[in-house]
DNA sequence: CAATTATTGTTATATTATAACAATACATTT
DNA sequence: AAATGTATTGTTATAATATAACAATAATTG
């Protein structure tokens, strides 16, 4: 059972992705005695306002917008604050960020991103991870963290192509 | 079969790697009508100094030693004209370089990278690639580039530690 | 040799990220 | 509520990573 967020699919109600992530966001911080201030629940929603991975300086004009101080130490507090709490990743090959799609159990960042539109769907890596393992543990290497991006096209960009 | 290269056994005659490396980039570029000059060449060697990836600023100083420009495009070129033929790969999380062990197979990019140490490990994934290609497949996804990241620690790391 | 192409040199600038310290807001104790 | 300590945000400066643009040189081709 390989499973995906919504994020490939045009038609899906992206307001259920949002709300969604900002119940998880305050159900996880209440749980570990965060806070989720303004600041931090703004960044949580420009990150969340597409799948497509956002930089930490496209997040600025928005909080100047908002009325926050929109120097960059104030938007990476908010997204190493997001981060450490599970509720984004960061996609290492795009210095850019992406909402969680599943926060409440902790999981290494894993995607399938599409080159033409940069939308980024998570994937499921339980079945990847029975073969990870088996790598690491083969070399005696302890595997504390993984980073997995698949390129590509998706099924949309490869549909309107040329 | 699971193979990976020697990065992690501290024993292993590195200067194999690097005259190994060095075969392998001098044919490739034959092969594809390319020049191996003498910054690509020394760019290659700099990287291949150990098996921990290097940043791109952090050859600008053997360049310069070895008398030539040392700005940063000089580098960059080299590095791009490097991990255009396979020769190097990009450690997306770390914004740094390592060697490519297998560059007549062209391959995606996949490391065991130690925290601690900061050796990458190159990793065999043609047993993982199954399991990416149904992923990607049943979403409709066109796989084109991989990264894989395992993050941890290495057997000597985990062996000394306090 | 002349013309063309590939490579390198050079200067400037763009992009991504962090350090350091001051000011404010929040929480806790009295 | 006032005092205290902690967490968060504001602010300025700078570090680290990467590219744009054009000039100069070297290599290849005709
Ligand atoms: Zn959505
Ligand atoms: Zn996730
Ligand atoms: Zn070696
Ligand atoms: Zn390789």
Redesign the interface.
Known sequence: M?E?NDA?NSDHNHDHCVSGALDNAKAICQENGQRLTPIRELVLRLVWGSHKPLGAYELLPALAEAGFNSAPPTVYRALDFLHQLGLIH?????NAFVGCSNPEHPHPSAF?I??ECKTA?E?ETS??QA??N???N??????????????????DC?GSES
Do not use: D
């Not at 960061?90 to 795009?94: A, F, M, P, R, V």
């Not at 083969?138 to 099924?155: A, D, P, T």
């Open positions: 390989l995906i490939f960061k996609i290492g090959s795009l399938m599409c080159t769907a994937i079945e990847l073969s990870f088996r790598v690491a083969s070399h005696g290497f302890q595997l504390e963290e993984e980073n997995i991006e698949l390129l590509g096209l998706c099924k490869l």
